[in-house]
């Protein structure tokens, strides 16, 4: 290129240009990600509208082009963590097919630390959650499952359709060793039952549910006996034709 005509001001100006990272254009898909990966770094008590817009050069105003407000970027996060999960498997048995499934969504969910607590915070569904709801709900239909009864299964599996158990109470603080000894002795005196159980426990430091829990066994242990139940109604189903009951007030 004959750069002879140009004053130097005009070349380093070109140079510059050149030179100079051409801009990802913002949309709507990008902010999400960006705001996934800022909670998974730095959690999801660090989000928030002025700092995802700095992660992204952008001004706070750009990102409401986008979403509208926080509670719609967190809606949309979760859309993000939902689309991670693994399609249906086709030829195999309902039972096999949705455990496959439910265990692909607590890959999503583990590699997400936080989503499960924002799940918990929404109070309606996005049409992403309702779409993997539905197919999780044909699933269970395809298998021979009865309307009345996928009814129950929903309500009896809650949120673990979506990868994870929702626990009583948060026990999930750790305690030095040493100390953890000394309030099971203490707790023994009154609880006697319930401190076999946590003395028993084997240990797991990251575990979702706390120290003392083997976070995954637990986990497949409640899925495999829910599964287990569910295909024995089925079958029950399959050569009585009962199983009516119905709850008004679900």
């Known amino acids: 290129m004959d750069f002879s005509g140009l004053s130097q001001g005009k070349v380093v100006q070109m140079?510059?240009?050149?030179?100079?990272?051409?801009?990802?254009?913002?949309?709507?898909?990008?902010?999400?990600?960006?705001?996934?990966?800022?909670?998974?770094?730095?959690g999801i008590e660090s989000l928030s509208m002025r700092k995802l817009a700095e992660e992204l050069g952008v001004v706070p105003m750009a990102l409401y082009k986008h979403v509208t407000n926080k509670e719609e970027l967190l809606d949309g996060m979760i859309d993000v963590v939902v689309g991670e999960i693994d399609p249906p498997v086709r030829g195999t048995d309902w039972k096999t097919a949705v455990r496959q499934r439910i265990l692909s969504a607590r890959r999503a969910l583990l590699r997400h630390p936080w989503a499960s607590r924002v799940i918990e915070s929404r109070t309606s569904a996005t049409p992403v959650v309702l779409d993997y709801m539905e197919s999780m709900i044909?699933?269970?239909?395809?298998?021979?499952?009865?309307?009345?009864?996928?009814?129950?299964?929903?309500?009896?599996?809650?949120?673990?359709?979506?990868?994870?158990?929702?626990?009583?109470?948060?026990?999930?603080q750790s305690v030095d060793p040493e100390m953890r000894v000394v309030m099971i002795r203490e707790m023994g005196r009154k609880y006697p039952y319930i401190a076999e159980i946590a003395s028993a426990a084997s240990h797991e430091g990251d575990s979702v549910v706390g120290q003392g829990c083997d976070d995954q066994f637990e986990f497949e242990f409640a899925l495999d006996l829910l599964l287990d139940g569910f295909e024995s109604l089925r079958r029950q189903e399959g050569t009585s034709g009962h199983h009516q009951r119905r709850q008004e007030n679900c």
């Open 15 to 42: 140079a510059q240009q050149i030179e100079a990272p051409r801009r990802v254009p913002l949309s709507r898909g990008r902010v999400l990600r960006a705001a996934v990966a800022l909670a998974d770094d730095a």
């Open 138 to 172: 044909e699933m269970f239909r395809a298998g021979g499952l009865s309307i009345n009864l996928t009814h129950h299964v929903m309500h009896t599996i809650g949120s673990r359709l979506l990868g994870f158990t929702q626990e009583l109470f948060d026990d999930s």
